[in-house]
């Protein structure tokens, strides 16, 4: 069974950019679809981004559009999630998920595994 482990959260101004990294453990990474997902003090855990394991298809929600790209190293079992332009709306905790499965889904329940989450702050 995979194991996830974000890291590269922080502090940083809004305008600016931060790269997040996902560390999976076990063999089998690169047939998992992993998925980003934040949540916001008060706010549901809402999608943010996910990446297909074979083929590396990407997807988005709408307000990442442009400014994030996710992207995945199979070799390194690791995904990332580079962060541009950076909004303080984007001030969350954010999550590295995993599925098992060919297909990228949005909802939280598609994905069984999850890490503890890494913090990112962009003050204004």
């Known amino acids: 069974q995979v194991q996830l482990v974000e890291s590269g959260g922080g502090l940083v101004q809004a305008g600016g950019s931060l790269r997040l990294s996902c560390a999976a453990s076990g063999r089998t990474f690169s047939r998992y679809t992993m998925g980003w997902f934040r949540q916001a003090p008060w706010k549901e855990r809402e999608f943010v981004a996910a990446?297909?394991?074979?083929?590396?298809?990407?997807y988005y929600a709408d307000f990442v559009k442009g400014r994030f790209t996710v992207s995945r190293d199979n070799a390194k079992n690791t995904v990332y999630l580079q962060m541009n332009s950076l909004k303080p709306e984007d001030t969350a905790v954010y999550y590295c998920?995993?599925?098992?499965?060919?297909?990228?889904?949005?909802?939280?329940?598609?994905?069984?595994?999850w890490g503890q989450g890494t913090q990112v702050t962009v003050s204004s």
């Open positions: 998920a995993a599925r098992d499965g060919v297909l990228a889904r949005t909802e939280r329940y598609a994905y069984a595994l």
């Open positions: 990446i297909t394991g074979s083929s590396g298809t990407t």
